[in-house]
């Protein structure tokens, strides 16, 4: 049976339409009664091309030949047996490295303020056209942030282009369509140019990206013209400089415009004053203004200076369209957190080192109105915010005037939860939020203090990110950084794309703390989570060689290092040593709940003694990890059909299993450390004998119960803690967690106001003060719990791509229903459950290429296919139950 083909797509991102290389990967979706073999047309330059037929409906190779530069094409696919052809789909071959012809120009720069100080500069040209334009695209990219405009209109939608990557390694363009720009006559192009992600500041120290000390920008235009003539404008030594209305501009600090700044003479451009690497083209789609948020209130709290709530945490900026009079300055302040006294907070944001001064953190645009209006929208910087605090002198402000622009990677949703627990509901909203906040262009920790694309973070959100939204190509794109930025001996940075350039400053202070387990472990858990999700074989290919670099340099570690308490305890090492990996630095379980003093003030380990907490075995951390990621690496390579690197990899892991269990395991069944976040790694990560398993279990619980039902794990093993608990049996436990409302625990964050997840469990205390990050996604990994077991929508042990799932709900206290969805390469799967009094009935949508396992609570099972499946059965296994009561699969 053959249905129509929808959702065509190319793996590849683009603004305003898709933008791919010579080779792209096709890919579509089709009905749920649909079994078939497909057959593919396309006209390529408007030139139809042979059909060609596959079995494959997912990341089909191109069946054509290769794309040249600037091809356009457009395409279809149907299945052979009698089905009806899909809508068609149309992309473009981006201008290909080889026949980029344009120089690379420079602004000149008369004298450098300093990073953070900065002023964007205008490369302009003008050009004449003696006919109508048919067809014109504008090819761009550049070291720094730019934007583009064609004759004084703003060219694409697409934010903060080109984004930030390892600018030593890789450089992604833009192609936009600009035929509705250009005149017969005079035209001109401009290209505002900042410092952006490429020699601006980063990190909590706002320190400057060290990716190159001058600014470049490279344009291509070419034009199609009605009388058949073609023309090219490409940035040359014709091209003009100037400093722009933007005064200052950083993506950290922020951006300062001054509408009635006189214009400054022109001078020609710098060439060929910097090297880049070949240009390419973003799996990504692009960051864009995705929402504009008027304020919920805002409030004057002395004379000319305002508070505006958004309600909303969020990343983005102000769009402010009233600018009063000619010269009236307005300053524009961003946080997160008011205080006690209504003002704008940010010192729980300030950077500390052990006896340094703090760096005081400051989010901050300025803008200068002219003599003609004009609407500020500071687009060379963004900012971490709900609040903003405005001063004016001498004019009012108008609060119709003021939007908050949410800006952040388009990715499209994916995953939809809801419950009965209005509570869970907004918790779910926090946690989207959160990572929507960190999503700009690449996965950070925060939008405030730091904005890094740290390891860790999406190491462990990354499986909650794809039941969120489709974060392929988003992906791909930041583990391009992170292979760019390996060190040689191969170890993984930190964060990435990391300005910082660890790689060439081996005798930096942070290359030591360079290496962790659980951060650098990223390069395997990201790619094994993606293909996990998505059944994409090129992501395990592409990251291999990355990640086998990664677990060898952890190997040869424990082979050859061990930890100094160790030592003092057996001079000689034991024979399992060698897989134990304990003598290199690591950042371990990470921001635990804090203990208090005597005194009740909260106890900070890192803060209070850095050199004890830096030399602290973590071993435990360390060699469970090299586990996994051993164990992962042999499933990566069969699946790659790398035999003998599948057996070895599963020898090591398992030799790594044992020395854990060897150090770690005592021989009354309890862990050396002793903690929560302990047992959760080992029960997830399946490194106990099976009869340890029960009294493992019956420890955590006992640990939890003993802080009175209140969570002690951290950054790494939050996410697992409750399916693990679950999966033993213990869902009373997982619920009482859950639904825990004193500090620590998720749902003090709602009581207390949050709109994103914070990263310190006790990030607003109960004298209305913040602390640390309120928009840290890392403990929102709480979501993959709604979705998997309270909803009960996951894949089946083994599964792909969503090929098998399980429909299996968790029904907590007082929940009596939950209803959600996702969207997988196979189609949408949805799932509603519903409680009438002790029966639980369970509506589900099964997509093509899907089979389900549906399990109630009581024991009874179902198998489904394709197509509506609706049963109901017992909360609870009765003597006089019949487990296929009530099946009506439709």
């Given at each position: ?674 903690s929560q976040a302990s047992y959760v790694r080992a029960l997830s990560f399946g490194l106990l004998p099976d009869e340890a398993r029960g009294p493992a279990t019956d420890r955590l619980v006992e640990l939890i119960r003993s802080e009175d039902v209140h969570l002690g794990t951290g950054f790494l093993s939050t996410g697992d803690l409750l399916p693990v608990l679950v999966e033993a049996g213990r869902e009373d436990v997982a619920y009482e967690l859950l639904l825990q409302r004193s500090t620590p625990s998720w749902l003090n964050m709602v009581d207390k106001g949050a709109t994103t997840i914070w990263e310190s469990w006790e990030g607003i205390d109960e004298d209305g003060n913040a602390h640390e990050s309120l928009n840290h996604y890392s403990k929102g990994t709480v979501l993959r719990f709604l979705h998997e077991f309270t909803l009960g929508l996951r894949q089946d042990q083994g599964s792909v791509g969503w090929r098998s799932i399980v429909i299996a709900p968790t029904p907590g206290p007082g929940l009596t229903w939950a209803r959600g969805s996702h969207e997988t390469p196979n189609g949408s799967i949805k799932v509603h459950w519903q409680l009438d009094g002790e029966e639980l009935g369970i509506d589900a949508d099964i997509p093509a290429d899907t089979t389900a396992r549906i399990v109630f609570p009581d024991g009874a099972e179902y198998a489904a296919g394709p197509g509506r499946f609706r049963a109901t059965g017992a909360l609870a296994q009765t003597n006089t139950a019949d487990p296929h009561r009530s099946a009506a699969p439709?």
């Open positions: 049976m053959g249905g129509t083909p929808y959702d065509l797509a190319v793996d590849s991102g683009g603004d305003q339409f898709p933008v791919t290389g010579p080779a792209p990967r096709l890919s579509w979706k089709v009905p749920a009664d649909s079994t078939a073999s497909y057959e593919l047309e396309a006209t390529i330059d408007g030139v139809l091309q042979p059909a060609a037929t596959t079995d494959q409906r997912l990341y089909v190779p191109w069946p054509w030949p290769a794309l040249s530069s600037r091809q356009r094409v457009q395409w279809r696919v149907r299945a052979r047996t009698s089905g009806d052809w899909s809508a068609w789909s149309a992309f473009e071959a981006g201008l290909l490295a080889a026949d980029w012809t344009a120089a690379w120009i420079s602004p000149v720069e008369p004298e450098d303020p300093g990073y953070g100080r900065r002023p964007a500069y205008l490369l302009t040209t003008h050009f004449e056209l003696a006919a109508a334009v048919t067809s014109a695209r504008l090819y761009a990219t550049a070291l720094g942030v730019y934007t583009a405009a064609l004759n004084g209109e703003r060219v694409g939608t697409a934010e903060l282009s080109p984004g930030s990557t390892s600018y030593d390694r890789t450089l992604y363009a833009q192609a936009f369509d600009v035929t509705s720009f250009l005149l017969s006559g005079h035209n001109r192009v401009d290209l505002e140019l900042s410092d952006g992600w490429y020699r601006g500041q980063v990190g909590a120290f706002r320190l400057p990206a060290g990716w190159g000390t001058t600014l470049g920008a490279r344009v291509e235009l070419h034009i199609e013209l009605g009388d058949g003539t073609r023309r090219v404008i490409r940035t040359d030594d014709t091209w003009t400089s100037a400093p722009s209305t933007t005064t200052r501009a950083d993506l950290m600090d922020g951006q300062s415009i001054d509408f009635g700044k006189a214009a400054l003479a022109t001078t020609t451009v710098l060439v060929d004053q910097v090297e880049a690497p070949p240009i390419d083209w973003s799996p990504a789609p692009p960051v864009r203004v995705i929402d504009s948020r008027p304020p919920e209130n805002v409030h004057e709290i002395r004379p000319g200076v305002w508070v505006a709530d958004f309600g909303q945490n969020a990343s983005g900026w102000i769009r402010l369209t009233d600018l009063g009079s000619e010269g009236t300055c307005t300053v524009i302040e961003y946080g997160e957190h008011l205080g006690p006294d209504g003002d704008l907070s940010t010192s729980h944001l300030d950077s500390h080192r052990p006896g340094e001064p703090p760096r005081i953190f400051s989010q901050r645009d300025e803008v200068t109105a002219g003599p003609v209006p004009a609407v500020f929208e500071p687009r060379h910087t963004v900012h971490g915010f709900q609040y903003t605090r405005i001063s004016r002198d001498g004019a009012p402000l108008d609060p119709s005037a003021l939007t908050m622009q949410v800006v952040h990677t388009d990715l499209r949703r994916t995953g939809e939860f809801w419950c009965s627990d209005q509570d869970l509901n907004r918790l779910h909203r926090m946690g989207e939020w959160s990572f929507l906040g960190n999503a700009v262009d690449v996965p950070t920790d925060c939008p405030t203090r730091e904005r890094l694309a740290w390891t860790g973070d999406y190491q462990v959100f990354v499986s909650t990110a794809t039941r969120l939204r489709d974060v392929h190509g988003f992906s791909r794109k930041w583990l391009k950084s992170v292979r760019d930025d390996q060190l040689e001996d191969g170890r993984v940075a930190n964060f990435s794309p990391d300005g910082r350039r660890i790689k060439n400053n081996l005798d930096d202070q942070f290359a030591m703390m360079t290496g962790s387990a659980g951060w650098g472990d990223a390069i395997v858990a990201v790619p094994w989570a993606l293909y996990e999700e998505y059944a994409d074989e090129a992501v395990l290919a592409e990251n291999w060689d990355a990640m086998d670099r990664w677990v060898q340099w952890a190997l040869e570690k424990a082979r050859t290092t061990r930890h100094h308490a160790r030592s003092h305890v057996t001079p000689e090492p034991e024979p399992f040593e060698e897989y134990l990996w304990d003598g290199t630095f690591h950042w371990g379980e990470w921001t635990e709940p804090k203990k208090r003093d005597a005194d009740g003030k909260l106890i900070d380990p890192v803060q209070d003694n850095p050199m004890a907490w830096f030399m602290e075995d973590k071993g435990e951390v360390g060699t469970a990890y090299l586990y996994r990621s051993a164990a992962t690496l042999s499933r990566t390579a069969h699946v790659l059909g790398r035999t003998e690197d599948a057996a070895q990899y599963a020898d090591i892991a398992e030799s790594v299993r044992q020395a854990w269990q060897d150090a770690y395991l005592r021989a009354d069944g309890n862990t050396a450390t002793d439709v």
